[in-house]
């Protein structure tokens, strides 16, 4: 079997390619009741109450810190640039944690259950 990529306007690729045979789930079985909040990234039902990593005080600290001298930088200055790069590395950093902590906490997750149900 192949498939056909249209990448750019007048290009195409076939690539082939063949059907991964399924697996069973390594889950055990078990059913667990995942109810999403604010205060609390993710309680389950099992009684565990999981919360997603945050930046540190003093990584929040810094933010502000450079959020004031960019603020109180001259209009198109390279200082009030440099500010919020530094404002956007610490906060690229927060995303990543949290993206990382989403990964593992649904790998770690679909490994020891069988069924994971979403509270509405």
């Known amino acids: 079997m192949s498939g ?3 990448c750019t306007p007048g290009w195409a690729a ?3 390619w063949r059907r991964p045979e399924p697996f ?3 889950g055990t079985g078990e059913v667990i009741g995942i109810d999403r909040g604010v205060k609390i990234t993710a309680a389950l039902s099992d009684g565990r109450k999981l919360n997603c990593p945050q ?3 003093k990584e929040r600290a810094q ?5 004031r001298r960019a603020a109180r930088a001259p ?3 390279e200082k009030k640039t440099a500010e919020y790069a530094k404002v956007a590395k610490l906060k690229a950093r927060e995303a990543d944690r949290r993206k990382d902590w989403c990964e593992k906490t ?3 997750l679909a ?3 069988g069924l994971i149900r979403r509270r509405r």
């Open 4 to 6: 056909w990529c249209h």
């Open 14 to 16: 076939g690539v082939p």
């Open 24 to 26: 069973d789930a390594p």
């Open 55 to 57: 930046l540190t005080v």
């Open 63 to 67: 933010i502000r810190k450079h959020q």
């Open 75 to 77: 209009k198109g200055s």
């Open 106 to 108: 649904s790998t770690m």
């Open 111 to 113: 490994r020891s259950y």
